[in-house]
């Protein structure tokens, strides 16, 4: 009975619109992406500023070569982003 009085009331507002599962797939993997973009980028310029700060050059080096991986991973994933949202 509720069931029925919910869907009378609802009737006359605007529907929402449903995603197909490829669109919805596509939309969880863009966000995925932007995720792993911001967080390579965040640790990329942590791994910049301890390579800064070091006073052992052997440290400083292996935190400046971590903070040029994250970097050209970033620049990957950024690509493939772009590359999927211009279709």
Same mark, same amino acid.
């Given at each position: &009975?509720?069931?029925?009085?919910?869907? @009378?009331?609802?009737?006359?507002?605007?529907?929402? !619109?449903?995603? =197909?599962?490829?669109?919805?797939?596509?939309?969880?993997?863009? %966000? /995925?992406?932007?995720?792993?973009? +911001?967080? #390579?980028?965040?640790?990329? !310029?942590?791994?910049?500023? /301890? %390579?800064?700060?070091? @006073? =052992?050059?052997?440290? #400083?080096?292996?935190?400046?070569?971590?903070?040029? &991986?994250? !970097?050209?991973?970033? @620049?990957?994933?950024?690509? /493939? /982003?772009? +590359? &999927?949202? !211009?279709?």
């Amino acid at each position: &009975m509720l069931f029925t009085l919910f869907k @009378n009331v609802n009737q006359n507002q605007p529907q929402l !619109r449903e995603f =197909d599962p490829t669109t919805l797939q596509r939309l969880k993997e863009g %966000s /995925y992406l932007v995720k792993l973009i +911001s967080e #390579a980028e965040v640790a990329g !310029r942590k791994c910049e500023f /301890y %390579s800064g700060i070091c @006073n =052992d050059q052997e440290v #400083a080096k292996f935190f400046k070569e971590e903070a040029e &991986m994250l !970097r050209k991973a970033k @620049n990957t994933l950024q690509e /493939y /982003y772009e +590359s &999927m949202t !211009r279709e």
